[in-house]
């Protein structure tokens, strides 16, 4: 009996699947080596495309709240700046977000900076999201068993859904159930 059948089999024992990404959907190796790498690549580029786009904006203004609270804290010295020119402002974020991820840090305007980047890529077929290949079968098993499946992340809610949406399999989001949610 096969792993799948027999998750599958004691579907009568419980009602929800509760997911993670990293390691249980999704190889760890496409988050540390295909996800960060391409944030790394595109992000001087998105910035200075969107810079006067709303939606960054608001990103812009909670990693300036964060920032300021690290200064607080002693975790930086560094100030992402408000007020100069583009071009120092863009090297201010992007030293920023680079210290973040270096950092590993989980804080809710660098999870949101990502999946707007993400979103880009994707919408532009630049990325496909990698889920395991047995990940699918089981989804769908579960849903017609009539479990409902959830997924628990410290990804952001829109890096989540456009993995899913944008798998090397096709849309899997009509097998996630309710909100997904972000561990920050």
């Known amino acids: 009996m096969s792993e799948l059948d ?21 190889s760890i190796s496409f988050v540390k080596d295909v996800l960060f790498p391409f944030v790394r690549q595109q ?21 300036r709240l964060q920032n300021e609270t690290d200064i607080k804290d002693g975790e930086t010295k560094e100030t ?26 989980k804080t ?23 889920v395991y290949d047995d990940v699918p079968n089981a989804l769908r098993a579960w849903t017609e068993s009539g479990k409902r499946v959830f997924i ?15 798998s090397t399999h096709g849309d899997l989001c009509t097998f996630i159930s309710g909100d997904r949610k972000s561990v920050v």
């Open 6 to 26: 027999a998750a599958v089999s004691m579907s009568g024992q419980y009602r929800a699947v509760l997911l993670d990404i990293e390691g249980t959907t999704t």
């Open 43 to 63: 992000l001087r580029e998105y910035l200075s495309s969107n810079w006067d786009s709303p939606e960054l904006n608001d990103v812009l203004d909670g990693l």
């Open 80 to 105: 992402v700046l408000r007020n100069g020119t583009k071009e120092a402002e863009i090297e201010s974020v992007i030293s920023n977000v680079l210290w973040q991820m270096d950092n590993d840090r």
């Open 108 to 130: 809710g305007s660098l999870k949101r900076l990502q999946g707007l980047i993400y979103r880009h890529a994707y919408a532009q077929g630049l990325l496909k999201g990698h």
């Open 152 to 166: 628990y992340s410290s990804g952001s809610v829109e890096a989540q859904k456009l993995l899913f949406e944008h």
